[in-house]
């Protein structure tokens, strides 16, 4: 417990140090560090006040709003879904400076490490999309056996290149080795190299990685290994596929994740476009089963005229929430009519259109020539009866 004698630390004339921690120091520097002797430590503090002096930093984007510049990114998916095809896109869009999935992009060289795939594939493919030979890119294909040098290397091609807008690495773990892609704490100094190439360079560096053979509700759960693979990153993309179906959704530390979309394979250009987002897909779907399940009402109850709702739900297939929607709908709208009370001993009945125009004439007919009978079937004088009675 502090005493209330205790002097308070004033935190702009104070030095951290691995002896003292805190120790008094001359002047009133607004800044904090461990600057003694040899000490390893790398902390480094600056009061709000200097930080919000310091001029605004602005996100700049690789990819607009979704991969950034200086930073590191992560594309993931299972094996044989179309990472390395939608990579390959996103590579010869940034040399073209063209859109990538309907963003716009910064043109630069690229640097494209595929150490699982054939030169001669890879280049079938650029080919295919159209994208011309001078384009700024330029292939690693293969192996890089045990790559003890290989972020050293990479960083110095880089300078060497000159105007690098993207680095791919495909697969990750295959350039970045780890004993256990499980290990987070082996895990993360990895990721943490890679990210600090890519500050210290202003490159946009993406990676591509496995999902789990399960996929999971939670996006940022389905890379296979360690959190630390999504924790790392500033963007993390999933690439899922479901039956014939792909679509692709991200999370990240900067502008607005990517909601999970469609993609729609174009087998001629061999390239991918951003179809509908997995909520407008889910809306038309229950739109179109709205309008099959109201002509399949209005069906049944042309051909079986006075039927009961317990008939119609019955004969008509869907979601029982929107049967009912779609029977009151029709109701409302004089597509069809009910007859009844709605309660138990008189539920209500259902007729189309037609038909109870022509059953309420006929009871408006009777119902003049008939004389009114009470529940238990005694005859109810008419007013003039009961006039002559009186």
């Known amino acids: 417990m502090v ?50 002096a310091e001029p605004k930093e602005d996100i700049a984007y690789c990819v607009d709003g979704l991969i950034p510049k200086g930073g590191l990114s992560v594309l993931a998916g299972r094996p044989k879904t179309g990472k390395s095809t ?20 910064v043109q630069g060289s690229v640097l494209y490490v595929a ?52 680095v791919v690495i495909d697969p990750l773990f295959h350039f970045v080795r780890v004993r256990d892609a499980n290990d987070y704490t082996a895990v993360y100094p990895a990721m943490e190299k890679l990210m600090e190439l890519g500050r210290r360079t202003g490159v946009a560096i993406l990676a591509l990685h496995h999902l789990k053979k399960r996929q999971s509700d ?28 792909r679509s692709i959704a991200s999370r990240q530390r900067y502008g607005c994740s990517l909601e999970e979309s469609s ?10 476009s951003l179809g509908q987002t997995s909520q407008e897909v889910q809306e038309n779907q229950q739109a179109g089963t709205t309008i099959r399940i109201k002509t399949s009402i209005l069906d049944f109850v042309t051909g079986h005229a006075g039927c009961t709702q317990e008939d119609i739900f ?10 009912k929607n779609a029977l009151t709908t029709l109701a409302d709208d004089g597509s069809i009519f009910a007859h009844g009370l709605g309660r138990r001993g008189d539920p209500y009945t259902y007729w189309p259109e037609g038909h109870e125009r022509a059953a309420s004439a006929e009871e408006i007919a009777s119902s003049v020539q008939r004389p009114m009978t009470t529940i238990d079937g005694t005859h109810t004088p008419e007013v003039g009866e009961r006039e002559e009675q009186v």
């Open 3 to 52: 005493s209330r004698d205790t002097p308070q630390p004033n935190i702009r004339g104070y030095e951290i140090n691995t002896e003292t921690l805190l120790k008094p120091t001359e002047g009133t520097s607004s800044s904090l560090s461990a600057a003694k002797g040899n000490s390893s430590t790398s902390l480094h503090f600056k009061s709000l006040r200097d930080v919000y």
């Open 86 to 105: 939608l990579v390959r896109q996103l590579v010869g869009s940034i040399a073209t400076g063209t859109d990538f999935l309907n963003r716009a992009t």
């Open 115 to 166: 150490l699982e795939e054939k030169r001669s594939e890879v280049s079938r493919h650029f080919s295919d999309m159209g994208i011309p030979e001078d384009s700024p890119i330029f292939l690693h294909c293969g192996g890089i056996g045990k790559a003890e040098n290989a972020i050293e290397e990479l960083e110095s091609l880089i300078h060497q290149c000159g105007n690098v807008a993207l």
């Open 218 to 245: 939670d996006l940022m759960d389905g890379a296979l290994g360690s959190t630390a693979i999504t924790g790392a990153v500033d963007t993390y993309m999933a690439l899922t596929t479901r039956g014939e179906s």
């Open 263 to 272: 993609l729609i394979w174009d087998p001629l250009s061999r390239c991918m």
């Open 314 to 323: 019955a004969a008509v297939t869907g979601n029982m929430a929107l049967k």
